[in-house]
Structures are given as C-alpha cells and as structure tokens.
C-alpha cells in the first residue's frame, strides 16, 4: 500500500541555521514526490516536486527537497532558516502510477527561533 | 495563470442546516477537481474527486456530496450539518500536464454549533 510519514511532529531550530524536514515513502512503481507548506488558516502552496532526473530538486523560497532511492526518503531541506519560514509542512506522494491523487504525510510543524 | 476561488470563507452554522461551498477556478480547462478536508490544523482528509462534469468519486462515506455542474466549479454540500463537519475545507485542482501536483484554494473555514 502507498503511504508517507513524516515522523516529526515539530521541528525547532534558530534563525540562520540549516533546516530538515523529514519524510519516507512507500509506492509501487516511480514515486512522484510533493512538498506542500501552509501558513496558518491559509491553503496549502506548492513548494517542489521529484518527477525524474536530478536527485536534488530546487523549489520556492529557497527551500530544496533531496529524493534518495535506497533510503526512499524525500527530506525538505533550507541551507539558511527565516523566522518567516515557520509554518505546517506537508509531504505528499501520488498514489500509485495511473492515479492523480496525493497520499499527505501528518504534516510537520517547523519553529524558526530568532 | 489559473486561479483558484473558494467561498465562502468562513462560515458558521448551526446542527442540522444545510451547506454549500463553491470552488471554482480560472485559466485552466479540464482540470481535476478535488474537496478536502482538514480537522485541528493538521492532516488533510480526501473527500471527493473530479475528473470532469458530472463525475463524482467519493473517498470517505458521510452525509456530504459534492457536484461539478461546470467544466471549472466544484460544490460541496450537506442537507444536515452534524457537529462533526467543522473543520477546515479545501478545494484543489490538478492538470495531467503537470505532473499531478494539485493546487489549493485559500479554504472555508467551517464551525458547526
């Protein structure tokens, strides 16, 4: 069965710092990879997506996403943390290879300190 | 660029009334239709899905249903509200160019009393 996890609920980190968002994925076939961030009483914005082709896949606002095969993982990832960054982050999957629906993992809610 | 409108945004009704939330969007023809879900600001629950007017999937049974009377508008509807409807609901859309990712509206917010 297709499924993603996020398996933290909350991530703190200071401003400046690096962050990590986790998430792992289980699909049958090719994996198409969504990251979705949403602010607070807001819609979810479209941040990256893994289709094919590079393994590190750059999106809005900085943000990169690393897609690693053998670990089937999809970490969100920022080299320099905003407090503005602070936000629900939601990983999601297409569910299987002829459907266009998205799996979403439980959401990750990161705290950017100043 | 497309565009995705939902309405209304917030919305309090009492136990037993009837509901009705529109999406529609704009720039785009065709588009995959989708109604969510979301309770304490967390994970996103599937509804119902589109794939063109008239046709409607539902992923989860409850006193909800949804229509597509047009191309571009999405409704979601309920002849009885219960308590357990509130929540936060959000209306998406997807291309089969775009490598299914889905777009989202700005949501309803939804307080049942």
């Known amino acids: 069965a297709q499924s993603v996890a996020q398996p933290e609920d909350q991530v703190n980190v200071a401003e400046g710092n690096p962050l990590t968002v986790k998430c792992t994925y289980s699909?049958?076939?090719?994996?198409?990879l969504f990251w979705y961030v949403q602010y607070p009483n807001r819609g979810l914005q479209f941040l990256l997506k893994?289709?094919?082709?590079?393994?590190l896949v750059k999106g809005s606002y900085g943000f990169e996403a690393e897609f690693n095969k053998s670990q089937t993982s999809f970490h969100l990832k920022k080299p320099s943390a905003l407090v503005s960054d602070s936000a629900l982050y939601f990983c999601?999957?297409?569910?299987?290879?002829?459907?266009?629906?998205?799996?979403f993992g439980s959401g990750t809610r990161l705290l950017v300190r100043p | 660029s497309q565009t995705i409108h939902q309405w209304p945004a917030t919305l309090v009704q009492p136990v037993g009334s009837p509901l009705s939330l529109e999406c529609t969007v704009e720039?785009?023809?065709?588009?995959?239709l989708y109604w969510y879900r979301q309770a304490a600001g967390r994970g996103l629950q599937l509804l119902f899905y589109?794939?063109?007017?008239?046709?409607i999937s539902s992923e989860v049974p409850q006193n909800l249903s949804a229509s597509r009377p047009q191309d571009r508008q999405f409704i979601l509807s309920s002849k009885k509200l219960l308590l357990s409807d509130s929540g936060f609901y959000l209306c998406?859309?997807?291309?089969?160019?775009?490598?299914?990712?889905?777009?989202f509206g700005p949501g309803t917010r939804l307080t049942v009393t």
């Open positions: 720039g785009t023809s065709n588009p995959n």
């Open positions: 699909v049958s076939g090719n994996p198409y």
């Open positions: 589109s794939v063109g007017i008239g046709q």
């Open positions: 893994y289709i094919t082709g590079d393994n």
């Open positions: 998406a859309w997807s291309s089969g160019r775009s490598y299914y990712e889905q777009y």
């Open positions: 999601a999957v297409r569910r299987g290879d002829s459907s266009y629906k998205l799996i």
